[in-house]
């Protein structure tokens, strides 16, 4: 029997089982009853696969016992399934899956693969998906059994039940950046590297100033929300306070999409050459819903906050027009990332994503050997600060999966060596405050 058109995946045959028919016995009439029908009616759910028996009907599709009493045709194991009920062992006419009893046709699902008794080889098997989850009980165990591991692993309740394909598609979202955009010219400031500090946090020099953590949801949406949490902290820093807006993910997600993908992913670059020309709004105007929301920012009509349906900041400094930014640059190496956060804020930062680190929790994290190196997407966050713990020195960085998943929304991860890939395409930006007023719309 082929199974691929129900699950299109590897599967696992578990354990044996039948299922003893209601229709039997001498007095029934000879039939054929299942063996009159197409083949097609041995599969599914065909409620027209019937014939007619006593009085009533019986059934030849794989959804017969679709009662308490089972109304199979009589053939319907021999015929459809190559099974005689009266030859098979009472022990075979039982599923065991994990420790339970399951009858023919049940479904279970165990974390994110669904498993059912079906009718495989001239007996039922129980039948299971096999797709990596987002969240391994064994994944967990191997990395905090491992001493050479400095975090740990926990089971994060979002995640549980979802497939690894789901997380990568849904919650992270950051498309790979172009060529030509990885040829974007580096800065290198003018400074002395063995002057910086050993620590930084922009959440303690900016305290209560910085973006807050957000939850994506299942919308592939780093690439939006990291745009615009930098840019707000950007506002913050180069107004020296004045300015504190908290800028709209979702305005780029519904209005930047020619050549971004909403909730299926978008390019770094792109977020930012709309935020430098159209400028955002910040999120009490255009809140977040984390779906491909319509976008109502008329745009290219007007360049104003009020007529962008936005109402504007009350307290001085006055601002009237959208918040717009400078071109981005990319900054070059470890050491460039440190002084431009320590000088103008946090940062943007894209690293690789695999399985284990949907579960992290604490530590400073570095890809595991226990994961599949096949699987993998690229993510957006945003790098606040540094530090080193027992010599091993860290980013600390800013996650969009909510506070309870991580260090309180926050992660650490090994820094100086490119840890996935994290130090390969860092971007910063100038905010143009009203202050400053250089590039403002208008």
Not at 37 to 59: H, V
Not at 191 to 219: E, T
Request: glycine letters at 8%; one cysteine or more.
């Amino acid at each position: 029997m082929n199974l691929s058109w129900r699950y299109g995946l590897a599967l696992i045959a578990v354990v044996s089982v039948a299922h003893v028919v209601s229709y039997s016995g001498p007095d029934l009439p000879p039939g054929p009853y299942c063996a009159a029908k197409p083949d097609s009616c041995c599969n599914g759910r065909e409620d027209r696969c019937s014939a007619p028996i006593l009085g009533t009907l019986c059934y030849c599709d794989d959804f017969c016992n679709r009662t308490t009493t089972d109304d199979c045709c009589p053939d319907f194991w021999s015929h459809c399934h190559g099974i005689n009920p009266e030859s098979t062992p009472e022990t075979l006419r039982i599923c065991f899956y994990n420790g339970r009893e399951y009858e023919y046709g049940k479904k279970v699902t165990t974390n994110c693969n669904k498993c059912e008794c079906t009718a495989v080889n001239e007996q039922l098997d129980m039948i299971c998906e096999a797709d990596p989850c987002m969240i391994e009980p064994e994944l967990i165990s191997e990395v905090n059994n491992d001493p050479t591991i400095s975090w740990k692993a926990a089971n994060y309740t979002p995640f549980w039940g979802h497939k690894l394909s789901e997380g990568i598609e849904l919650r992270l979202g950051t498309l790979t950046p172009q060529k030509s955009t990885y040829g974007m010219v580096s800065l290198h400031p003018i400074y002395d590297s063995k002057r910086m500090a050993r620590s930084f946090s922009a959440l303690v020099n900016w305290p209560n100033k910085m973006a807050p953590i957000h939850d994506q949801g299942w919308c592939g949406a780093s690439w939006a929300i990291t745009t615009a949490d930098v840019a707000s902290d950007r506002f913050v820093i180069m107004s020296d306070g004045l300015e504190t807006p908290e800028l709209s993910a979702q305005q780029l997600l519904s209005c930047n999409n020619r050549g971004q993908q909403s909730c299926n992913g978008g390019y770094l670059d792109i977020a930012w050459q709309f935020s430098r020309k159209i400028g955002l709004v910040n999120e009490e105007c255009f809140p977040y819903v984390g779906g491909n929301k319509k976008c109502t920012i008329p745009w290219k009509k007007t360049k104003s906050l009020k007529g962008s349906g936005c109402i504007p900041p009350s307290s001085p400094p006055t601002r009237v027009n959208r918040y717009t930014v400078s071109p981005a640059h990319r900054l070059g190496n470890e050491t460039d990332i440190m002084y431009e956060i320590i000088n103008s804020g946090p940062v943007q930062a894209t690293m690789r994503v695999y399985q284990d680190f949907f579960a992290y929790t604490d530590g400073i994290y570095k890809k595991s050997r226990y994961v599949p190196q096949q699987l993998y997407g690229y993510h957006s966050v945003r790098i606040v600060g540094w530090g080193d713990e027992n010599g091993i020195k860290y980013w600390l960085a800013a996650n969009s999966w909510g506070e309870s998943w991580g260090e309180n929304g926050y992660f650490r991860i090994v820094r100086g060596v490119n840890e996935c890939e994290i130090e390969s395409f860092v971007i910063g930006v100038w905010a143009f405050t009203v202050e400053n007023k250089a590039g403002v719309i208008g």
